[in-house]
Nanobody, 111 residues
């Protein structure tokens, strides 16, 4: 069983940066990607970025070039570096691995 804990959310002004972390414990599988999803009020949860065990990355079009996903396999931790943040990035961000989800961390972009 995998347990995921996110951290690093908060309030930031437009144009600012945040780094989210997701610490994983338990049986991490190389079959599943590690991913970051987000859900804004009244909207469906969407995949923001994902990374395979080999380090291949994919991004939502609207964040490509602004966000960077990375992983530290030794620490079982995945990061999401978010730069040039926009108000439309405001959402609860969730870490995912297979069937496991973290509790979410709030990111608010506002002046």
């Amino acid at each position: 069983q995998v347990h995921l804990v996110e951290s690093g959310g908060g309030l930031v002004q437009p144009g600012g940066s945040l780094r989210l972390s997701c610490a994983a414990s338990g049986s991490i599988s190389n079959i599943y990607n590690m991913g970051w999803y987000r859900q804004a009020p009244g909207k469906q949860r969407e995949l923001v970025a994902a990374i395979t065990s080999g380090g291949t990355t994919t991004y939502l079009d609207s964040v490509n070039g602004r966000f960077t996903i990375s992983r530290d396999n030794a620490k079982n931790t995945v990061y999401l570096q978010m730069n040039s943040l926009r108000p439309e990035d405001t959402a609860v961000y969730y870490c995912n691995h297979g069937q496991a989800w973290g509790q979410g961390t709030q990111v608010t972009v506002s002046s």
